[in-house]
């Protein structure tokens, strides 16, 4: 089946720094990628639609100055969290569609845990 | 809008007791639906997926089919193991590429 990358798994940082997480198709190409936030024992947030070559468009409340979001390749997908803080600590998962068709599965990535001090 | 909604957690069973994970839908138009599972730490893995009413989706012993008359899509599985103690979201696409999900069921097994 497809495989959706990320890297890194984890990362801690510190409070005004900006971490950079990326989203990888392995095995197809995607023009769209998802980006969720998923709080402790929640269900995922979507945050943001990645489109390959184009701006990403976001959801209701979502910063998009915040959480700056690359559509670089056909494969690759990068969100950068600016200046974060504490509040920003999270589980980020991206996903892509495979084929055409809006009824696709999305394959997601393994996810990448936040931590800021 | 498009929504889902499924039975809050947590479900606690013992090892090869039946278990129910009910999912219900509120959509336009023919969704696909699916179940997904989390495993601590790890994100989500695709479990079975049913694009059609009263398809039946199937994989590791779970089943969900696909009810329009009661816009549902409950999850069973005949005995469970302790190594399916994880999270297990209902979803749904209706057009698009975006999939709601559901709150997610967290589900303990004791051996």
């Known amino acids: 089946g497809a495989v959706v990358s990320q890297h890194p798994s984890w990362v801690i940082c510190k409070s005004g720094t900006s971490v950079k997480i990326e989203c990888r198709s392995l095995?197809?190409?995607?023009?769209?990628m998802f980006w969720y936030r998923q709080f402790p024992k929640q269900s995922l947030m979507l945050m943001a639609t990645?489109?390959?070559?184009?701006?990403?468009?976001?959801e209701q409340g979502v910063e998009k100055d915040k959480f700056l979001i690359n559509h670089a390749s056909l494969t690759l997908s990068t969100l950068t969290v600016t200046s974060a803080h504490p509040e920003d600590s999270s589980f980020y998962i991206c996903?892509?569609?495979?084929?055409?068709?809006?009824?696709?599965?999305?394959?997601f990535g393994p996810g990448t845990r936040l931590t800021v001090l | 809008g498009n929504s889902v909604t499924q039975m809050e957690g947590p479900v606690t069973l013992s090892e090869e007791a039946f278990l129910t994970i009910n999912c219900t839908y509120t959509?336009?138009?023919?969704?696909?639906l699916f179940w997904y599972v989390q495993y601590p730490g790890e994100g989500l893995q695709l479990l079975l997926k049913?694009?059609?009413?009263?398809d039946k989706g199937s994989n590791k012993g779970f089943e969900a089919t696909y009810r329009k008359e009661t816009t549902s899509f409950h999850l069973e599985k005949g005995s469970v193991q302790v190594s399916d103690s994880a999270v297990y979201f209902c979803?749904?696409?209706?057009?698009?590429?975006?999939?709601?999900f559901g709150a997610g069921t967290r589900l303990f097994v004791k051996a």
């Open positions: 996903s892509a569609p495979t084929g055409t068709s809006g009824h696709n599965e999305q394959f």
């Open positions: 095995d197809f190409q995607a023009t769209t």
């Open positions: 990645s489109n390959e070559g184009s701006k990403a468009t976001y």
């Open positions: 959509a336009t138009g023919y969704p696909s």
């Open positions: 049913a694009t059609k009413a009263d």
């Open positions: 979803a749904l696409i209706s057009g698009g590429f975006k999939t709601i």
